[in-house]
């Protein structure tokens, strides 16, 4: 197969992408700009490349419940070319994942970052920014923390939130989790390997294959948002259950929106239970996976 086909269908695939999100309201673009906390995070050696470089294959922003905003970037480094055809790199490339940016429920001044936990090479500073130390043995095992205001970071880092970001940090998608407190945004880094990807090339089979990676793409990003934003949410009037009803509400009614779309692009018309085929065997993830992840705290 030539190239100029694989770029063809490269480009259809990214096409699809767009329409497919377009119509729960959220924008898709490949490639993308780097996130904002790319080159700080970097800088402060929470993420790395071998080659100090970073490829964006895609972004994704949006509008989630309650009016909140999100992008998700799906960022890769760049690994250094190989020597010769069986050269093996036990280190790795660098950085591999999702960079996440989300609005933060209070407002801030400083910065305050959440690095992964590197033991007796941990810095006592990270670029003027002092270690934070905290009461919870669990976080402390995790996470060191650094600020340039002591005060403001345990208010953004409380007994509440630590023990959120502990469970989340344990569930398949949470692993090697840090972030940044930045600009009035709640930034997160997730190194997910190839677990997780939403925006990268392949050289797609047929239309049908490419539908269903795409669907369950959108599935895993909904399912994704949901998690974080338990991070840094509140309650409502409607409490805990008034919250889980509403969000369940809401993007159950974006997955309907999805659903018209998909029908709409499948080219037999074939269905099962109201689902877009490929869906049955996932549909779990839209549904039971919906109800309060998004538990606010005070």
């Not at 905003?69 to 280190?91: C, G, L, M, W, Y």
């Amino acid at each position: 197969m030539n190239l100029a086909l694989n770029q063809n269908r490269y480009d259809n695939l990214h096409a699809l992408r767009r329409e497919v999100y377009a119509t729960i309201g959220w924008d898709y673009r490949a490639p993308s700009l780097p996130p904002d906390a790319l080159l700080p995070m970097q800088a402060w050696r929470m993420i790395s490349s071998q080659t100090g470089l970073f490829k964006c294959h895609g972004a994704l922003k949006g509008t989630g419940y309650n009016g909140q905003t999100f992008s998700i970037i799906d960022v890769t480094a760049q690994a250094r070319p190989k020597i010769h055809e069986n050269q093996f790199d036990i280190t790795g490339p660098g950085f591999q994942g999702v960079m996440i940016s989300l609005p933060h429920y209070t407002s801030f001044m400083g910065r305050t970052i959440i690095a992964k936990d590197k033991g007796a090479f941990n810095p006592s500073t990270v670029d003027l920014m002092k270690r934070v130390g905290f009461a919870s043995s669990e976080f402390e095992r995790i996470f060191e923390v650094y600020s340039d205001d002591q005060v403001e970071a345990r208010d953004l880092i409380t007994p509440d939130f630590m023990e959120r970001l502990n469970k989340f940090s344990n569930e398949v998608l949470g692993h090697n989790l840090q972030c940044a407190f930045l600009a009035g945004q709640f930034h997160i880094a997730l190194d997910i390997d190839d677990t997780f990807q939403f925006a990268h090339d392949y050289a797609p089979v047929n239309f049908e294959r490419t539908r269903k990676t795409i669907i369950a793409e959108v599935g895993t990003v909904c399912i994704l948002l949901e998690k974080l934003q338990t991070l840094q949410s509140r309650i409502g009037q409607g409490g805990e259950h008034g919250a889980d009803k509403a969000r369940k509400a809401f993007y159950l009614g974006k997955l309907e929106q999805l659903a018209d779309k998909v029908r709409a692009l499948k080219p037999d018309g074939h269905w099962t239970r109201n689902m877009p085929e490929g869906m049955e065997d996932s549909h779990y993830l839209f549904c039971d996976s919906l109800k309060g992840l998004l538990y606010p705290r005070m």
